[in-house]
């Protein structure tokens, strides 16, 4: 049975820092890797998806890997704002779409 | 588009009553997701449809929950006799392609809270 973990549980910095959040999985069969945002009683945005033969995907300021034979993925976030403040997730997809997410990265970026 | 519908948003009952969400999907997406969200924890999977085929459940969708999408739009997720352990975050999601390649697009949720 697949499980995700993520680390830490929550985060907080000042504004301009660099992060990473990172992200475990036990089972390598993955299809693929989602990070998605979830600000409080909202619903989630997706942020990147990377495919299993992928390594890397860039968005903006957000750069998410992946290391499916480690079963690891992080997501790096430069120059962090106050609007980053939020819940990321990461979800693996073990086939058709059915994700496993972790439980969460509580990010307060501080002004 | 507006992405992912819906509703309503909240929802609040007294145990034993029977409720129905409501989820309607980006249009032309034919892949429909229930997800359920309980607090501080990540989405569960629920349920999917390809069109209008329920094609997988969740041992988590106990036999009072059933999902329909009639006509491969939208769907509707129905709890019957509810219990104060259904509380929580419905998340509906939706995606399109092949299998296995798509983002999943969430909509806002439907929170239900039992009391």
């Known amino acids: 049975k697949q499980e995700v973990t993520q680390i830490p549980a929550a985060l907080s910095v000042p504004e301009g820092e660099n992060l990473v959040l990172n992200c475990s999985f036990t089972?390598?069969?993955?299809?693929?890797l989602q990070w998605f945002r979830q600000d409080p009683g909202k619903g989630l945005t997706s942020l990147l998806l990377i495919q299993s033969s992928q390594r890397e995907q860039t968005s903006g300021r957000l750069n998410a890997s992946l290391d499916k034979s480690s079963g690891r993925s992080t997501l790096y976030i430069a120059a962090s704002q106050p609007g980053d403040s939020a819940t990321y997730l990461c979800?693996?997809?073990?086939?058709?779409?059915?994700?496993?997410f972790g439980t969460g990265t509580r990010l307060l970026v501080s002004p | 588009d507006t992405g992912v519908s819906q509703d309503p948003r909240h929802k609040i009952t007294k145990r034993g009553q029977n409720v129905t969400f409501r989820c309607d999907p980006i249009?032309?997406?034919?892949?429909l997701y229930w997800y359920r969200q309980t607090l501080g924890q990540g989405p569960e999977f629920l349920t999917y449809?390809?069109?209008?085929?329920?094609?997988?459940k969740s041992r988590l969708l106990s036999d009072r929950f059933s999902a329909e999408r009639p006509k491969g739009s939208f769907s509707t997720l129905e709890i019957q006799r509810t219990e104060q352990g259904d509380s929580a975050m419905y998340l509906c999601?939706?995606?399109?392609?092949?299998?296995?390649?798509?983002?999943?697009?969430f909509g806002e949720g439907s929170r239900l809270t039992v009391l």
């Open positions: 449809f390809q069109n209008e085929a329920q094609l997988e």
């Open positions: 979800a693996a997809n073990t086939g058709f779409q059915k994700l496993v």
């Open positions: 999601a939706s995606t399109q392609g092949p299998p296995n390649t798509g983002e999943l697009f």
């Open positions: 089972d390598s069969a993955i299809y693929n």
């Open positions: 249009s032309e997406h034919n892949r």
